[in-house]
């Protein structure tokens, strides 16, 4: 079995899609692509790519719409493609769910390497405790809607999360009790550009503390290892 990892190119240029896979492809990645959103979602069906890189600015469902769907319904890491330069455009993109992104024109040596450094960062976290399924989840009194992206206390009062501050708590809720680095929480949530969000994980865990600790001083949810990074100390159930 070719154990390469496989990558789906998502562009609707073909001066830049089919160059772009052949360049992949003699560097050892194997690679599929598609020219949009409609034959992205029907090759999904059918095929589960290690990574999507996804160019944003096309006809139909664009980048950012079909990047808000692969994260709603899947783990795959996704690469931007995007001919837009300014910053709040790259933030959307990262709020959104990507994984990292690059400006068009680009160096496809680079693309390479952010493909190489994102697959690095995803494999780094440990794969024999599988995520908990998307749902309701409850843990230590809380409830977080995966639907409505709420969080509702004990009583059913809502607590309002950013998109950053959701993400986060998703992703510990999703791999509770382990350990996971400063660097590893930055990948999952917003891709290595997450210094664009402005805030560090340090500052969106000492946020999430204050609105689930009973003393945020002296946290029982989500702990800190020093020297090593955070956990989320409770136990998770779908409901």
């Given at each position: 079995?070719n154990?390469?990892?496989?990558?789906?190119?998502?562009?609707?240029?073909?001066?830049?899609?089919?160059?772009?896979a052949?360049?992949l492809?003699?560097?050892?990645?194997?690679?599929?692509?598609?020219?949009?959103?409609?034959a992205?979602?029907?090759?999904?069906?059918s095929?589960?790519?290690?990574?999507i890189?996804l160019d944003?600015?096309?006809?139909?469902?664009?980048?950012?719409?079909?990047?808000?769907?692969?994260?709603?319904?899947?783990?795959?890491p996704?690469?931007?493609?995007?001919?837009?330069?300014?910053?709040?455009?790259?933030?959307?993109?990262?709020?959104?769910?990507a994984?990292?992104?690059?400006?068009?024109?680009?160096n496809?040596?680079?693309?390479?390497?952010?493909?190489?450094?994102?697959?690095?960062?995803?494999?780094?976290i440990?794969s024999?405790?599988?995520?908990?399924?998307s749902?309701?989840l409850?843990?230590?009194?809380?409830?977080?809607?995966?639907?409505?992206?709420?969080?509702?206390?004990?009583?059913?009062?809502?607590v309002?999360?950013?998109?950053?501050?959701?993400?986060?708590?998703?992703?510990l809720?999703?791999?509770?009790?382990?350990?996971l680095?400063?660097?590893?929480?930055?990948?999952?949530?917003?891709?290595?550009?997450?210094v664009?969000?402005?805030?560090?994980?340090?500052?969106?865990?000492?946020?999430?503390r204050?609105?689930?600790?009973?003393?945020?001083?002296?946290?029982?949810?989500?702990q800190?290892?020093?020297?090593v990074?955070?956990?989320?100390?409770?136990?998770?159930?779908?409901i």
């Amino acid at each position: 079995m070719n154990k390469a990892p496989h990558i789906l190119v998502v562009d609707d240029e073909d001066d830049i899609r089919e160059p772009l896979a052949k360049y992949l492809s003699k560097n050892g990645m194997r690679v599929s692509s598609a020219n949009g959103g409609s034959a992205l979602r029907e090759m999904l069906k059918s095929t589960a790519p290690n990574l999507i890189v996804l160019d944003i600015m096309m006809p139909g469902e664009d980048g950012l719409s079909l990047c808000r769907h692969l994260r709603k319904t899947t783990d795959i890491p996704v690469i931007l493609l995007t001919a837009m330069a300014e910053e709040t455009d790259r933030i959307v993109g990262l709020e959104v769910g990507a994984d990292d992104y690059l400006t068009k024109p680009f160096n496809p040596r680079e693309l390479l390497a952010r493909i190489k450094a994102v697959l690095r960062h995803t494999n780094a976290i440990p794969s024999d405790v599988a995520p908990t399924p998307s749902g309701n989840l409850t843990f230590a009194n809380w409830i977080l809607d995966t639907q409505r992206r709420e969080l509702l206390d004990s009583k059913g009062v809502s607590v309002s999360l950013s998109t950053a501050e959701y993400r986060l708590l998703t992703i510990l809720l999703q791999r509770p009790n382990m350990v996971l680095s400063r660097d590893q929480l930055l990948d999952l949530t917003a891709g290595r550009d997450a210094v664009l969000f402005d805030r560090s994980i340090d500052n969106q865990i000492s946020h999430l503390r204050k609105k689930i600790e009973a003393d945020a001083k002296k946290p029982k949810i989500i702990q800190t290892v020093w020297g090593v990074g955070y956990t989320l100390a409770a136990d998770v159930a779908e409901i």
